[in-house]
């Protein structure tokens, strides 16, 4: 049988296959790698398992199998990948020197995902940001503010300071500050505000909402209304809280403060 290769071309035969059986191995491993990913993804899906663990775990399955390709794929060509190994690996020791910093968000981020003191769709504050988190990575955790901002958080700076996380517990309890007029009724007052902070579509009736006398201003009876909500609510609540306490003190008849300035003209 006639040899496809001319004369010309024998020498580099096995060199020629040698590279085309790497291409082949690495495109199968690159296949390889993206089911690996997506069946791990779906596999811990059914098992209830967080999604960012999901991911977490997917993209590792996904660089081994990457890495193990690499290796067939050289090995494929002719390159010991014995003598390849010990490379990568002195190799891996200084770019980890130099790499200082994105191996600490390495290992944050695999803190985060064993702990989960955050998961994705929490409304957090962390590394001194406020936001719902859209993606906990290997190096970094985004966050979605509110003006619908993206923001990248390193990891490190997620482990390395405090985390509030106001979605964990379920509810969140927010507070308005009010003044009233000196010579005010305590009891009447406190009876308006307490019904006004009933009145509101978002408050929660367990814990119910609260209203305290807290001191006595310069030119005020000062009171603090409380009331709780579900961490979706907060603002809403927030907002309509204020809302309702105005228009129920102007019903009232009790007189809101406020700081008048006075000028006397001599002429």
């Given amino acids: ?37 997506r069946l791990l993804v779906r596999v811990l899906g059914h098992r209830k398992v967080d999604e960012a663990v999901r991911r ?24 010991q990948t014995t003598s390849l190994v010990a490379i990568f690996a002195s190799a891996g020791l200084a ?9 600490a968000n390495f290992a944050s981020g695999v803190l985060i995902l064993v702990m989960r003191p955050i998961r994705i769709d929490d409304v957090v ?3 001194g940001h406020d936001g719902r988190v859209d993606d906990v990575g290997l190096f970094a955790t985004t966050l979605v503010t509110l003006d619908n901002e993206k923001i990248i958080v390193p990891n490190s700076k997620v482990t390395g300071d405090s985390i509030i996380n106001y979605t964990t517990l379920g509810q969140r309890r927010g507070g308005v500050d009010v003044g009233v007029a000196y010579g005010s009724d305590v009891v009447k007052v406190m009876e308006v505000l307490l019904k006004a902070a009933g009145g509101v579509a978002q408050t929660l009736d367990d814990p119910a909402p ?18 709780w909500s579900t961490p979706a609510d907060f603002l809403p609540m927030l907002s ?5 306490i105005y228009d129920a003190l102007n019903e009232a008849g009790i007189e809101i403060p406020f700081n008048q300035i006075v000028v006397h003209n001599e002429s």
């Fill in 125 to 127: 504050s962390v590394g």
């Fill in 1 to 37: 049988m006639q040899s496809l290769f001319p004369d010309v071309m024998q020498p580099y035969v096995p060199l020629i296959k040698s590279v085309a059986m790497a291409i082949l191995i690495f495109i199968v491993g690159w296949i390889a790698a993206k089911i690996t990913r």
């Fill in 240 to 244: 309509g809280l204020r809302t309702a």
């Fill in 95 to 103: 770019i980890g020197l130099a790499l200082q910093g994105s191996l």
């Fill in 56 to 79: 977490f775990i997917g993209a590792i399955g996904f660089y081994s199998v990457l890495a193990a390709t690499v290796i067939a794929a050289l090995g494929a060509v002719g390159i």
């Fill in 210 to 227: 609260a209203v305290a006398f807290t001191g006595l201003g310069a030119s005020s009876l000062d009171f603090r209304v409380f009331a």
